[in-house]
């Protein structure tokens, strides 16, 4: 009898030659997972070099959406040609060696040959991901033993899929990246896809290239340990580093992404480094009374050096800090001395969240220091943000805020027009050429302060202790304020194109 129910699909593999259903399920549900994986890790790997941006986002999403693509119409069409038992091992073994490699060549490729990045970025997910994504159709014809049973199967395998990729997603951010470093989370994954190989090549005897990618991964892993790049800690949104001062015994940098951070004297906090940092003093100094204690708000933490220098300076004050990476957090106490500080709370948690708890009237200063040099909390620098910071401030209150930006500044003219709206009175300080009081010098960028409040400012002791503190910095206001502001765009909750604004890092700058 020759029924359809029984008859074995053309060019497919015959009765009894089929693959396991629990084994097929498995093996489309690691293989999923793992592409998956590799994407949100390669967002971590690329963000000290690219920063962690829409455009770095999108490419690696499209990059690991070419892959599943390729993957599964070349996987398909090669298992039409080739017995697809002899697929399944190489695919797995293959993505295993490329996945465990990949931290110890991205990161020598950004050190050494940064032009290159970009292609051995792309190498490097689009290789795997389409190794791992043919894995599905490879397992979907050795399932399909009957055309009774296309429907059946191909649905099943495609849920088994997706459900893998959702808990490739889910425990890669919630658990993996927390709990591990990003090295230490491709060789692990590389290990298991090669131990899949040789599982299956065990089953079917068709393939002896194991034993050859194990020592791959062993190479893997100890390339890791010498490539550039390592980390002191690796935490849910940086690779951060502490590095001590050559000059200054009690002095340590925080690194964060390969950026100097902040900078801090573990035995006098009031010592200050970078110049921003010196005229957030100045222009907080002169805005209050000295010595008068503060209640503060500050967006961001970083090494908490303005929190120490206040505590220092005004005893008394309540510093409450929201920084959203507990990583940083835990590099303060462990590497930065932070031990318990008299009046310094930190909340992990985002700013925008932090800030909205905060009671109306409630600080006298917030500290906006949450932007770095390649990457900007776009939610942090809106109309609606900067009118929850003037909600907060009492009347007398100031908002001073770091900004770093470079080329036309356009991301920092954008915020800046945006407190103008919000606040009675603004200013930027900078370098002159930066900020258009020097029109001999083509401005280069870096750190600007940007002070905001519903009172005067105290324009010319503000220039005086940038002068005492000697910043080099001036004071823009008043219509060379406006002429450097220009046409730039307000930013807003539904239109902040912050990543496409905020240009390139310079090695001049860093803060």
């Given at each position: ?43 971590r790997l690329l963000a000290p070099y690219l920063g962690l941006t829409l455009e770095t986002s999108t490419m690696v999403i ?216 010196r005229a957030l003093a100045s222009a907080v100094d002169t805005a209050f009374p000295e010595g008068d204690p503060l209640a ?24 409450l800090v929201s920084e959203i990476d507990s990583g940083v957090v835990r590099v303060n106490h462990d590497h930065l001395g ?174």
């Amino acid at each position: 009898m020759t029924g359809l129910s029984s008859s074995p699909v053309a060019g497919g593999t015959p009765r009894g030659q089929g693959l396991g259903s629990r084994t097929a399920a498995v093996l489309v549900f690691v293989s999923s997972s793992a592409v998956l994986v590799v994407e949100i890790v390669a967002l971590r790997l690329l963000a000290p070099y690219l920063g962690l941006t829409l455009e770095t986002s999108t490419m690696v999403i499209g990059i690991a959406l070419t892959a599943i693509a390729a993957g599964s119409w070349l996987g398909g069409r090669i298992a039409d040609q080739v017995s697809p038992r002899r697929l399944l091992g190489p695919a797995l073994g293959l993505s295993g060696a490329v996945v465990a490699l990949t931290p110890a060549v991205l990161r020598t490729t950004a050190e050494w040959a940064p032009a290159a990045l970009f292609l051995i970025a792309g190498l490097t997910i689009l290789v795997p991901g389409a190794l791992l994504s043919a894995v599905t159709p490879i397992v979907t014809k050795l399932r399909l033993t009957s055309l009774a049973e296309t429907g059946t199967v191909v649905g099943r395998l495609s849920g088994v899929g997706t459900v893998g990729a959702i808990f490739g997603t889910v425990l890669t951010g919630f658990v993996l990246v927390s709990r591990f470093p990003v090295s230490g989370i491709l060789i692990g994954l590389g290990i298991v896809l090669v131990i899949g190989s040789a599982l299956v090549e065990w089953r079917t005897r068709g393939w002896t290239g194991t034993p050859a990618l194990t020592l791959v991964i062993v190479a893997g892993g100890l390339a890791t340990t010498v490539a550039p790049g390592g980390c002191d800690a690796e935490t849910r949104y940086h690779c951060a580093t502490v590095v001590a001062d050559p000059d200054r015994d009690s002095g340590r940098t925080l690194v964060l992404d390969g950026l100097r951070h902040s900078y801090v004297d573990l035995d006098d906090p009031t010592f200050l480094k970078f110049t921003y940092v010196r005229a957030l003093a100045s222009a907080v100094d002169t805005a209050f009374p000295e010595g008068d204690p503060l209640a503060a708000y500050h967006l961001g933490g970083g090494g908490l050096t303005f929190p120490r220098y206040l505590a220092a300076t005004r005893p008394g004050t309540r510093s409450l800090v929201s920084e959203i990476d507990s990583g940083v957090v835990r590099v303060n106490h462990d590497h930065l001395g932070l031990g318990p500080q008299p009046g310094i709370d930190v909340r992990t948690e985002d700013g925008r969240l932090g800030l909205r708890r905060l009671d109306t009237d409630s600080r006298n200063l917030v500290v906006g220091d949450a932007f770095g040099g390649v990457s900007v909390p776009w939610h942090l620098t809106t109309e609606e943000a900067m009118t929850d910071v003037r909600r907060v401030l009492t009347p007398d209150g100031l908002y001073a805020a770091n900004l770093i930006d470079h080329g036309t500044l356009a991301f920092a003219r954008a915020e800046v027009a945006t407190l103008s709206k919000t606040f009675e009175h603004v200013a930027v300080l900078g370098d002159p050429a930066d900020i258009g009081l020097d029109p001999t010098t083509t401005p280069e960028g870096g750190n600007l302060v940007v002070l905001a409040a519903d009172r005067p400012l105290d324009l010319p002791a503000i220039q005086e202790a940038l002068n005492s503190r000697d910043t080099g910095w001036r004071i823009a206001t008043g219509d060379d304020l406006t002429s450097w502001i220009g046409e730039a765009q307000l930013l807003t909750d539904d239109y902040a194109p912050v990543d496409q604004l905020l240009q390139p890092y310079s090695p001049r700058s860093g803060h």
